[in-house]
């Protein structure tokens, strides 16, 4: 996915078509979306235009249908280029769960509109949860021809302007011996009576009022759910079978972060390398002293050690891999990845100096994003309990419940 010497008619493609997109839109652009609170339509409408929104969607549906790597090589080119964004990952994760779990009837009616590029939203966090996957309080009541939904989710990227969610919901009471029993997934019209949009909690400002910080068109709302009404045919696979399915799903959204980042740190190690190698004291260079070379040369080989990770778990897709497995590798992509990206982060600010408080430079606006990353769709550290737990065999950590359990 990273050596472009080896890629295919299909892979030269989309890389080229992120680099051609990237002389159209910038930072500036998404950022004057982002203040005027508006999603970033003409990118948006090229992108669906191109049939990236469903790149990995059969060609039955109108999708592009390649593979998992296929998907990497874009993900990784745009976030190299400065145009990935949180939506893109929730955009291709809605796609992949209808395209994968969702029933023919959905697939029909809902995956063209995907692929066109209406906005969807995955609305998976909320407050409650602790280090589980299945912390879920969000409740889904069985009725006649229907269920009621009641809850909240928070941090849901573009979720007031989507036009259809996805939200997880505990259909069947909570078992402390199986906690991943009983809990369902549902799509439903993003405007159903009931639902309440806010921005008041949220504690991630991507854009401060004073000072131009960070921008990728993205909108983060918190979610109220009060006595929704969701018809039953909205079942997005088996009632209470839904944790392979959140598994899936947390293995694809934890491999298009690693994506996400490691396009990020090479977009910043470039940045540093150029700098160092323009700024001269002394008549010579920084990027002449070993003070300055080491750093950049160790971040350097983390990015690339991270890829080998990634390529693994993106491979994994493609293959009969087990969820817990997918899970597992696609987490320590994930925090390699993000690790990597922000260690290239403090590297970048540290060669920079005071120019990298200056936006222009590019820096200071990816810092807050590539931080988040590193909590979501699973803290670092959790990832790290789980690969404790899975792979060498250590026993759960404190009183923490396991994360596949």
Known sequence: MFQESQYNDEQNIVADFSIQLAKEYDERYFLKETKQQRAPSAFWQQLSEGGYLGIIVDESYGGVGLKTEDLGVFIYHMAKQGLASFQLINQIV???????????????????????????CYADLEHAQGRSLFDIAARAEKKADHFILQGNKNFAVCARDSSQLIVAARTSPYQQAHPQQGISLFCLDANSEGIEYSTEHLNVRLVN??????????????????????????????????????????????????????????????????????RVIFKDSIS???????????AKTDLEMAKLLTERAAQAFDQETSSDELVTLCGVAKRGATEAAFAVCDIAMQTHGGAGYDRDTGIISLWPLVSMSRLFPLNNDVILEDFAEQVIGLPVSGQASELLA
């Not at 131009?212 to 918190?222: V, Y």
């Open 94 to 120: 809605c796609g992949d769960i209808i395209s994968q779990f969702g029933s023919a009837q959905q697939r029909d009616q809902q995956l063209p509109g995907i692929i066109k590029g209406d906005f969807w």
């Open 288 to 298: 002449s002293y070993q003070a300055v070379q080491h750093p950049m040369v160790l």
């Open 209 to 278: 009022e004073r000072e131009d910080m960070a921008a990728t068109g993205d909108l983060f709302n918190n979610i109220r759910f009060e006595q929704v009404k969701v018809p039953s045919e909205n079942l997005i696979g088996t009632l209470d079978q839904g944790a392979e399915l959140i598994k899936h799903i947390a293995s694809r959204k934890m491999l298009l972060m690693a994506l996400v980042t490691l396009g990020w740190g090479d977009r910043l190690l470039d940045k540093t390398v150029t700098y160092a190698n323009q």
